[in-house]
């Protein structure tokens, strides 16, 4: 049974609304996301840690869930907000509903409201904070609890979605002619990924690639990593996508500025492509509200694709000094990827692995595995 739930946003904006999923209070950053599919993959995707996703889709929950469209161990945003819910889903694949998975990992979802509006509200004074309850209705409270609490920026989540002991992974990517999980290519090339939040299906196409892939946790040693390619026991590193403000994460940092220094191959997306700019020397800088969807125009050199997209910062145009301009976004003309001047380390802002979204640019981890098996 629905619940009422109350939102409060950080401009004075205050709704009513009903509550499926946790009953609870919880506070995030609130962006929207314009993908027509995929909110189970979105819903766990760590990059959204911190963060209320407002889902253009008007309906929401008609093809329940299911374990292999996980892209982690479980739900890291905040908390959903749709136009419409249905709990009675319909697809040979689900296993469950939207609203238990939601419940299973203490997480809100906000229904019953006008996501149209939230979304124009957002398009047009940015990305904020906001505070969602089941059991504080008062409009004072909810702000005065807003104001004292922690905004997204001031929280290192990379800490908080990381693993915390390394592992292999072995899986490769899903076969949708199949309905099975592919078979990983045989190879005698390991990587090591670098998790800031990294998505599962972005692990199953490195392996695809024909990589042995070895996952280690966000307080990496660069000098061990180094180490281990000195000796011809990993080819290469890939710094994944993440969570929350990239400047925030200082000793990651000057952990990158160590591989870049070093002959090691390097290859990252998302939050790890704007790492990498911050460890060459150049700041990123944060949007309006943000890129977050999966059919953004993206031009690389001789086509246009597109793409999933999901990130709130981006790397300045400076950095032309430096990289070649790989890939620009058609909405925006923001930075979408880039090859550093005569190093062997590229980086991608979109989501090469989409998941939901499209696949065209899935050609970005074979052209990783082939610097690495050629180097």
């Given at each position: 049974?629905?619940?009422?739930?109350?939102?409060?946003?950080?401009?004075g904006?205050?709704?009513?609304?009903?509550?499926f999923?946790?009953?609870?209070?919880?506070?995030?950053?609130?962006?929207?996301?314009?993908?027509?599919?995929?909110y189970q993959?979105?819903?766990?995707?760590?990059?959204?840690?911190?963060?209320?996703?407002?889902?253009?889709m008007?309906?929401?929950?008609?093809?329940?869930?299911?374990?292999?469209?996980?892209?982690?161990?479980?739900?890291?945003?905040?908390?959903?907000?749709?136009?419409?819910?249905?709990?009675?889903?319909?697809?040979?694949?689900?296993?469950?509903?939207?609203?238990?998975?939601?419940?299973?990992?203490?997480?809100?979802?906000?229904?019953?409201?006008?996501?149209?509006?939230?979304?124009?509200?957002?398009?047009?004074?940015?990305?904020?904070?906001?505070?969602?309850?089941t059991?504080?209705?008062?409009k004072?409270?909810?702000?005065?609890?807003?104001?004292?609490?922690?905004?997204?920026?001031?929280?290192?989540?990379?800490?908080?979605?990381?693993?915390k002991?390394?592992?292999?992974?072995?899986?490769?990517?899903?076969n949708?002619?199949?309905?099975?999980?592919?078979?990983?290519?045989?190879?005698?090339?390991?990587?090591?990924?670098?998790?800031?939040?990294?998505?599962?299906?972005i692990?199953?196409?490195?392996?695809?690639?024909?990589?042995?892939?070895?996952?280690?946790?966000?307080?990496?040693?660069?000098?061990?990593?180094?180490?281990?390619?000195k000796?011809?026991?990993?080819?290469?590193?890939?710094?994944?996508?993440g969570?929350?403000?990239?400047?925030?994460?200082e000793?990651?940092?000057?952990?990158?500025?160590l591989?870049?220094?070093?002959?090691?191959?390097?290859?990252?997306?998302?939050?790890?492509?704007?790492?990498?700019?911050?460890?060459?020397?150049?700041?990123?800088?944060?949007?309006?509200?943000?890129?977050?969807?999966?059919?953004?125009?993206?031009?690389?050199s001789?086509?246009?694709?597109?793409?999933?997209?999901?990130?709130?910062?981006?790397?300045?145009?400076?950095i032309?000094?430096?990289?070649?301009?790989?890939?620009?976004?058609?909405?925006?003309?923001?930075?979408?990827?880039?090859k550093?001047?005569?190093?062997?380390?590229?980086?991608?802002?979109?989501?090469?692995?989409?998941?939901?979204?499209?696949?065209?640019?899935?050609?970005?981890?074979d052209?990783?595995?082939s610097?690495?098996?050629?180097?």
């Amino acid at each position: 049974m629905k619940k009422k739930v109350w939102l409060y946003f950080e401009n004075g904006l205050f709704i009513q609304a009903n509550s499926f999923g946790a009953s609870k209070e919880a506070i995030g950053e609130v962006v929207f996301n314009t993908s027509m599919t995929g909110y189970q993959e979105i819903s766990s995707d760590p990059s959204y840690a911190g963060q209320f996703v407002v889902f253009s889709m008007p309906e929401i929950g008609i093809v329940g869930v299911n374990e292999n469209d996980m892209q982690s161990s479980r739900v890291w945003c905040e908390g959903v907000l749709v136009r419409n819910y249905t709990e009675d889903y319909s697809n040979y694949r689900a296993t469950s509903s939207f609203d238990k998975l939601l419940k299973e990992h203490n997480r809100m979802g906000i229904c019953d409201i006008d996501t149209r509006k939230i979304i124009k509200h957002i398009r047009d004074e940015g990305s904020m904070m906001m505070i969602a309850s089941t059991t504080t209705s008062d409009k004072n409270k909810l702000k005065e609890k807003l104001e004292n609490s922690k905004r997204i920026e001031d929280t290192n989540y990379c800490e908080i979605v990381s693993t915390k002991k390394p592992y292999e992974h072995k899986r490769a990517s899903w076969n949708s002619e199949t309905q099975k999980f592919n078979k990983a290519k045989p190879t005698n090339k390991k990587i090591a990924v670098i998790d800031f939040g990294v998505k599962t299906s972005i692990l199953d196409e490195l392996t695809q690639s024909g990589l042995d892939v070895v996952v280690l946790p966000c307080s990496f040693e660069a000098k061990d990593i180094l180490n281990d390619f000195k000796n011809n026991l990993i080819g290469g590193v890939f710094l994944s996508n993440g969570p929350g403000d990239p400047m925030k994460l200082e000793k990651e940092i000057e952990q990158i500025k160590l591989l870049i220094n070093s002959d090691i191959p390097i290859f990252a997306i998302c939050l790890g492509h704007q790492l990498l700019s911050i460890a060459f020397g150049y700041d990123t800088y944060k949007l309006k509200f943000g890129q977050h969807g999966g059919n953004h125009p993206v031009k690389s050199s001789n086509k246009v694709e597109i793409t999933a997209q999901n990130h709130n910062y981006n790397v300045p145009n400076t950095i032309e000094q430096i990289a070649t301009i790989t890939h620009k976004n058609l909405f925006d003309g923001t930075i979408e990827g880039v090859k550093y001047k005569n190093k062997n380390i590229f980086s991608v802002q979109h989501h090469p692995e989409a998941n939901p979204g499209p696949k065209e640019s899935r050609y970005i981890f074979d052209e990783f595995a082939s610097m690495i098996k050629h180097q």
